[in-house]
């Protein structure tokens, strides 16, 4: 008879103590990120979509058309051709198929120049045909400063002026 | 509401104009239905969209966000519109009567419970003197309904739910009136304003008058067994998704299913009504109108019964037998017991 009593008051009593905790999360802020209007702040080491980084002074790019990335793509999605001879050598022309890209990031790693980066924060890469995702030379020359594995991860100016957070550069320093 | 004279008036001046006496009748009565009606659905599609919002927040969601603007208030309107719009299907080797016949049982059962209940002093349909007989008498209609469906639909998950359905609520209806038997007792009338209004004034000065101060263990017995006769979560076995697919209503499409769905959550709405009316005091309060206190006081047992539903995993078929036969109903024996031993004892003071 006791334990009876005493099952049914554990048993109303557990039910109490979930309904609080269910409770608490009810006022907790959720989690969902609303797509659209809102967008995640990615790693700064996504690998996303390609770019081909420039010289930042002559706004030039640094690919020298050595061939390096397309020997190394597994999907075998990048095609290139080059013009020039020697240290003029350039691309003439530059293709992604990012149909293909499976994002390894080998050809960046390959790269002798960092001429060509990943980390672009550029994920939103729908098309509506197949053909969208082919990207030229054009679609992929930098704007701007892309960090790679090589450069710091904010432009050579901008790191000058904020300074490293403490102990976050173990090679102390200025960078 | 309008009070009797007027009503008399109205009658008198259809027969003034030499019409049947039928058609004033008929007509205040199709008034007072289509109004219930649409306060059913208006309700019954405040409280999905309400559902959804608990959940999803209890799971750190948002639930519905699109559709309407603010936090997706629109959303049940668009899911009912497009239940409207579905094709309407019945299996070539369902009972067609029956099959057609089982959603209309199920809401009608629970549209005859709107009949006695309290919104306010004169708000209401029809007090009857014999109230909260008559709506447990009519509520349990509903399984009617559920086992028809489940007949009809020539589907062996819509067959094992309405049994699984017809079990459970046979077995929880025999607590659930002896929990009422307590309240019933100390008030000593089974008309609804007459519980209401017994619940006027105070306890021992201090504490308000509800029955839920002198009853609170039949309040529980009541409020579990309220939960398990709408087939809710943690009791709602005859629907159980992963097992049943979704029970006696497998088979329903369309319109079909939304009347369903509707009558489930209209029934969600009388068992809180009457709890509110039998155990939180009605439409009692001060400051706000008494239609908004019985909205209020009942729209909180709503969010509870969400709140549970969120809260707990559905029980196995032996152990809803157990809390029914084993727990709830010696308890409500007991509640009865030393209630009418004590209003035996105490009603030459009183």
């Known amino acids: ?175 | 509401m309008v009070s009797a004279g007027a009503l008399e008036q109205f009658y008198a001046l259809f027969e003034a104009w030499g019409i049947p006496w039928i058609v004033p009748r008929l007509a205040i009565m199709l008034g007072v239905v289509s109004i219930i009606i649409g306060f059913i659905s208006v309700s019954a599609m405040f409280l999905i969209w309400w559902e959804r919002k608990i959940s999803a927040h209890i799971q750190a969601r948002f639930g519905p966000m699109r559709v309407g603007g603010w936090h997706g208030w629109a959303q049940s309107i668009a899911d009912g519109l497009k239940l409207l719009l579905k094709e309407d299907i019945i299996p070539t080797r369902a009972d067609r009567p029956v099959f057609i016949l089982a959603p209309i049982v199920v809401f009608a059962a629970s549209l005859a419970t709107y009949v006695v209940i309290p919104f306010g002093p004169g708000l209401i349909v029809q007090d009857l003197n014999i109230g909260i007989l008559y709506i447990i008498a009519i509520s349990s209609l509903t399984v009617v309904g559920i086992i028809m469906a489940g007949w009809g639909s020539n589907n062996k998950y819509a067959a094992l739910g309405a049994l699984r359905s017809a079990a459970q609520a046979v077995s929880y209806e025999v607590p659930l009136v002896i929990s009422l038997l307590g309240p019933l007792l100390l008030v000593g009338s089974l008309r609804m304003t007459d519980i209401v209004e017994y619940q006027g004034g105070t306890w021992l000065g201090i504490l308000p008058g509800w029955l839920i101060v002198v009853q609170p263990l039949a309040f529980l017995i009541y409020f579990t067994c309220a939960v398990a006769e709408t087939n809710r979560l943690p009791f709602d076995i005859p629907e159980a998704e992963s097992e049943l697919v979704s029970g006696f209503h497998v088979e329903y499409s369309g319109m079909r299913f939304a009347i369903f769905f509707l009558a489930e959550y209209a029934n969600m709405f009388v068992v809180c009504a009457i709890a509110t009316t039998v155990f939180l005091g009605g439409w009692q309060g001060p400051l706000l109108a008494p239609w908004v206190w019985f909205l209020l006081k009942t729209y909180f047992l709503l969010f509870v019964m969400i709140w549970l539903r969120w809260t707990l995993a559905r029980v196995r078929v032996d152990q809803l037998m157990h809390v029914a036969w084993k727990v709830l109903l010696p308890l409500a024996f007991v509640n009865l017991g030393i209630t009418g031993l004590l209003v035996l004892v105490l009603s030459p003071m009183g």
């Not at chain 1, 020359?141 to 790679?148: L, R, S, V």
């Open chain 1, 1 to 175: 008879m006791w334990r009876y009593l005493r099952e049914i008051w554990r048993g109303f009593w557990s039910i109490l103590l979930s309904m609080q905790i269910t409770l608490r999360y009810l006022f907790t802020r959720a989690v969902t990120v609303q797509y659209p209007e809102e967008k995640r702040q990615l790693p700064t080491r996504a690998l996303t979509q390609h770019v081909l980084t420039i010289d930042l002074e002559s706004q030039e790019l640094k690919c020298t058309a050595c061939d390096m990335c397309a020997r190394i793509c597994p999907a075998n999605c990048i095609h290139l051709a080059g013009e020039g001879k020697g240290k003029a050598r350039r691309p003439k022309w530059f293709v992604i198929d990012h149909n293909l890209c499976m994002y390894c990031n080998l050809c960046v790693e390959v790269c002798p120049f960092d001429a060509i980066s990943m980390w672009t924060g550029k994920y939103e890469l729908g098309g509506f045909s197949r053909t969208n995702l082919v990207y030229d030379m054009e679609t992929m020359h930098a704007d701007g400063f892309y960090p790679t594995i090589m450069t710091p991860r904010s432009p050579p100016g901008a790191a000058a002026k904020a300074p490293a957070a403490p102990g976050g550069g173990k090679g102390g320093g200025k960078g």
